[in-house]
């Protein structure tokens, strides 16, 4: 599975972003998907998860009220809304997808896109 993240760019704080994530010549719709993020010198941290079905969703405690994930399998399509954007969202945010189910733990997921930069400008 080939996975492409695209959506990224410059914006100001406050402003929005939709990261997609997608793939071609192979469904997505039995792979839980997930976001990650990794700011320069920093760790790649889980930013959130969508399960196969796009029924069940979570994300990590610091983009709640703020970022959304969405799915639509017909398209073969995983996409992160990012709202009220602050400066310490600056990062390159990466799509995973994950024969395990959606999961916060980056070794669970099998197939990683090569991500996209959003940067925050303050």
């Known amino acids: 599975v080939q996975l492409q993240a695209s959506g990224g760019g410059l914006v100001q704080a406050g402003g929005s972003l939709r990261l997609s994530c997608a793939t071609t010549?192979?469904?997505?719709?039995?792979?839980?998907m997930g976001w990650f993020r990794q700011a320069p010198g920093k760790v790649r941290e889980f930013v959130g998860a969508?399960?196969?079905?796009?029924?069940?969703?979570y994300n990590a405690d610091f983009v709640k009220g703020r970022f959304t994930i969405s799915r639509d399998n017909a398209r073969n399509t995983v996409y992160l809304q990012m709202n009220s954007l602050k400066p310490e969202d600056t990062a390159v945010y990466y799509c995973?997808?994950?024969?395990?189910?959606?999961?916060?733990?980056?070794?669970?997921?099998?197939?990683w896109g090569q991500g996209t930069l959003v940067t925050v400008s303050s």
């Open positions: 010549g192979r469904t997505l719709s039995g792979y839980g």
């Open positions: 995973a997808a994950s024969l395990g189910g959606s999961t916060p733990s980056p070794q669970r997921y099998n197939y």
């Open positions: 969508i399960n196969s079905s796009g029924g069940i969703t």
